[in-house]
């Protein structure tokens, strides 16, 4: 705990209890290293204050001298209405992974989950241990994208885990799994962030080097329980080269940059057309959008992925182009390099998150 932050915390009126919040009992953690400060709050009885609560907290740490950015965590989830069982496990918990990789979009249908499974199949390709959680509980991908439609379902693995498939040399979790791809979820909100708790803290990953998440496409609660639900290293944001997907990708920016995930940077996806036969490109949306936003961001450009009519077909019979041979495999291997060298580039020892019984 850094008094400094704890001090600057106490200028805030804590809303579940009334006392200043740095004494209030409801910071488990607030620290501060290489200019990063981390403040973990536990969940309070007014979920609607949450938004406001953590930014009033983000503008106090970042007022603290040495504070060059703020990180709050709020652990909405953990803290209700759970066994004292629970928390130990929770305790004890490892984290699923040495990276963990959110692939986002603003918008939809801009081919993120056959980036994101691409990716972590280049990922696997170049040796390292990979997971793939499918976090669209509405649409999910990775079954068909993994050629694993018929699979059998998630079960539970002795220890209460949940045991993820394995295909194409990647670890899988998704909603697909369990009510298959084509029947309609119904949950509401509360649920689908439940589910994706579980996924994030429920399965047995074993001991991955990057985990990558496909998450839904938009910029409202589902996404904001990842962001505030694991220890994300950063954020790959896929967009088309066309001002419309890319607007959206920057309130993807927005919503990431208000949870101080770093973003990893830009992929462009359907940058130009690849012609199969000849081998030609042609620029049919105008290439270099992203390229163009990443620059204005700030973020890393990491590649760009050909529009190639093998990539609809593969990702229909579930094969993957990354572990292929080709240009278009090229540029995803390309791309993944680019992404696993920025997530190190940002990485930070992961704050220590103290649950108090
Ligand atoms: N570079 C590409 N070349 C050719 N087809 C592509 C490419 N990228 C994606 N597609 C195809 O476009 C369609 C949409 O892709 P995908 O499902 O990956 O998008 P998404 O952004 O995850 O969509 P959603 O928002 O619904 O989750 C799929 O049929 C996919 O095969
Ligand atoms: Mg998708």
């Known amino acids: ?153 998630l079960r539970k693995a002795d220890n209460g885990g949940i045991e993820p498939l394995e295909a194409h040399g990647v670890k899988l979790v998704s909603m697909g799994f369990l009510v298959g791809e084509r029947d309609p979820v119904v949950w509401r909100g509360p649920m689908v962030t439940g589910a994706i708790r579980q996924f994030l803290g429920e399965v047995n990953w074993g001991d991955l080097d990057v985990l990558v998440i496909d998450m839904p496409p938009g910029t409202g609660d589902p996404q904001l329980a990842i962001a505030q639900g694991a220890p994300i290293s950063g954020v790959v944001i896929v967009s088309t080269p066309q001002d419309l997907a890319l607007d959206d990708a920057k309130k993807a920016v927005a919503l990431f940059d208000r949870t101080a995930i770093p973003v990893l940077g830009f992929v462009e996806n359907m940058s130009f057309f690849l012609c199969p036969h000849c081998g030609e490109g042609t620029e049919i949306f105008g290439r270099g959008g992203a390229r163009a936003e990443a620059e204005l961001t700030g973020a890393p450009f990491l590649g760009e992925i ?3 009519p093998e990539l609809r077909k593969a990702s229909d019979e579930g094969r993957l182009v990354a572990l292929g041979e080709g240009p278009v495999a090229k540029a995803f291997e390309r791309a993944a390099a680019a992404m696993i060298e920025q997530a190190h580039a940002v990485q930070r020892p992961a704050p220590e998150i103290v649950f108090e019984d």
């Open 1 to 153: 705990m850094n008094d400094a932050l704890l001090s600057a915390l106490d200028t805030i009126t804590d809303p579940a209890s009334g006392a200043p919040l740095g004494r209030s009992g409801r910071v488990s953690a607030a620290d501060l290293k290489d200019g990063v400060a981390t403040i973990v709050l536990k969940a309070g009885g007014k979920d609607e204050d949450a938004g406001a609560l953590r930014d009033a907290v983000k503008a106090a740490a970042g007022a603290v001298e040495g504070v060059e950015r703020a990180r709050v965590i709020v652990e909405a989830e953990l803290n209700r209405g759970e066994s004292k069982a629970r928390k130990a496990e929770a305790k004890q918990a490892p984290a699923p992974a040495r990276l963990i990789i959110a692939v986002a979009s603003g918008k939809g249908g801009v081919g993120k989950s056959t980036v994101a499974a691409n990716l972590a199949a280049a990922c696997a390709k170049a040796g390292l241990s990979t997971g793939l959680m499918d976090a669209d509980i509405y649409g999910p991908s990775a079954p068909r994208l993994f050629g694993l439609s018929d699979a059998p379902g």
């Open 306 to 308: 050909p529009l190639h």
